[in-house]
């Protein structure tokens, strides 16, 4: 049976989320969630949760580009810690470096195709947080592919 992951881009004004599939080894994006008063809107990722029913968690945590802690590598884990602790299911840290750049450049590329008219604020967050999730399932997957030698 294959697993099932929710992704998160984690920011002080809004959270992208994406689902993925294990069998599939995709992901895309779903929505962009607002953060209430500098919360993030709990109801609406147990929501998520209880729609998707998702096996694991994974969250992208910054860093600088030399591997250093960056101000909102912190408040990334500490999402982490939390959503572990209020939904009890397995939760994996994704380093995501570029996934905003990526996001932006990919966004850039759909309009230049005529793929999409305009983007919103959110478009990014999400974004971000399917290609988080789709590199974490591919780097799964080449763990299990190496295991498997």
């Known amino acids: 049976m294959s697993r099932c992951f929710l992704g998160f881009d984690f920011g002080l004004g809004r959270i992208g989320v994406a ?3 294990e ?20 109801a609406a990722i147990e ?5 998707w029913k998702p096996d ?5 945590v910054p860093y600088h580009m030399d591997g250093t802690e960056q101000d909102m590598t912190e408040a990334a884990k500490k999402f982490a810690r939390q ?3 209020r939904f009890h299911l ?12 990526e996001a ?3 966004i850039r590329r759909q309009r230049a195709a005529g793929q999409r008219r305009k983007s919103r604020k959110g478009d990014v967050d999400k ?20 295991r498997s030698e």
């Open 19 to 21: 689902v993925g599939q």
């Open 23 to 42: 069998l599939t080894g995709t992901a895309q994006a779903l929505k962009t969630l607002h953060n209430i008063q500098h919360k993030p809107d709990w």
């Open 47 to 51: 929501a998520l949760i209880k729609e």
């Open 56 to 60: 694991a968690l994974v969250i992208g």
């Open 83 to 85: 959503l572990h602790g």
């Open 90 to 101: 397995p939760v994996y840290e994704m380093d995501e470096r570029l996934s905003s750049r």
């Open 104 to 106: 932006e450049a990919e």
């Open 127 to 146: 974004m971000a947080a399917q290609i988080i999730l789709q590199s974490w399932i591919q780097q799964q997957e080449h763990l299990q592919h190496e």
